[in-house]
């Protein structure tokens, strides 16, 4: 039987090496919408992490003809009320800039917007919601999260998007000190992914 194939949604270069490291042991071929240059990216304008998932995984499922794997990831911190959430990639946006806001601008602003408040009230996790569509329409969900603190400063060199200023009680170090082998077993991402792979068995039929 042919190993699988299936389509990330996503142009995003730390996201995708992230998923082909932690897929490298599972056999399944893994493309990119970077395979597919026609290709738009799908607008997230859904309330959720999982509508905006499931509305990128349907919708280049349907455009490839190959299962499609999307997520939609982001940071929850709670003295924010639930932000920046589905807005995380773009929290720092300007209407008027031409350019979306690089990572560095987004965690500047909450590190501003977080600046009065406590550290025993500074808890946040991360949260990835994970779809996996179907040309034909069919629909699976995963889900992963991970639980930390918003830092005071930024610390670390790797990772991106707001791992610089999230801190991991567990490990003393933020998510940027970590490296790829801890954080590909630890993160928002990787739990929902390790979710996926136990699915696996009794998906490959349908992926074949």
Known sequence: MAAPTLVMASRNAGKIRELQEILKDTGITL?????????????????????NAAAKALEVAKATGYPALADDSGLVVEALGGAPGVYSARYAADVTAPRPPADADNWQKLLRELAAVRPEARGAHFVCELALAWPDGRLRRFRGECQGVIAREPRGEQGFGYDPVFWVPEYQATM?????????RISHRARALAAFKAQLPALKDELA
Do not use: D, H, M
């Open 31 to 51: 493309l990119s919408l970077a395979n597919f240059p026609e290709l738009p990216e799908t607008p997230e304008v859904g309330a959720t992490f999982a509508e």
């Open 176 to 184: 940027a000190e970590l490296g790829p082998e801890v954080k590909n």
